[in-house]
């Protein structure tokens, strides 16, 4: 797959990513994402692109631009929810820290 395609078929994977991502869908977001990745290392790991010209060249700062958007979307939906996720996981260890602190000193 050359570099052009490879950037179309992240430009799809990344739509569908914030589709799942507004849905909630955190395990097809995941999944998505991944394949995303694994795409990105194909591109950093291939041979030296081939310069492109005119309208190759454009749609490919498009996609791009698309792709960076699509990440902008993401991240609006994913980080209210991470910061639920770290303060109940940051609650969860407080309690457990409280608990032992005066939990040693219930029994007396």
């Not at 050359?2 to 569908?16: D, F, G, H, Q, V």
């Not at 998505?32 to 591109?43: I, N, T």
């Not at 492109?52 to 631009?65: P, V």
Request: aromatic share 4%; glycine share 8%; net charge neutral.
């Amino acid at each position: 797959m050359n570099a052009l395609a490879m950037y179309e078929t992240m430009s799809t994977i990344s739509a569908r990513m914030v589709e799942a991502a507004r849905a909630n869908d955190w395990d097809r977001l995941v999944a998505l994402e991944k394949d995303c990745a694994g795409l990105a290392r194909e591109l950093e790991g291939g041979d030296r692109p081939q310069p492109l010209a005119g309208a190759e060249r454009e749609r490919k700062i498009a996609l791009i631009r698309q792709i960076l958007a699509d990440d902008a979307e993401v991240r609006r939906h994913t980080e209210p929810w991470m910061e639920q996720v770290r303060q109940f996981l940051g609650g969860g260890a407080r309690e457990r820290n409280v608990r032992r602190a005066y939990g040693a000193h219930a029994g007396q």
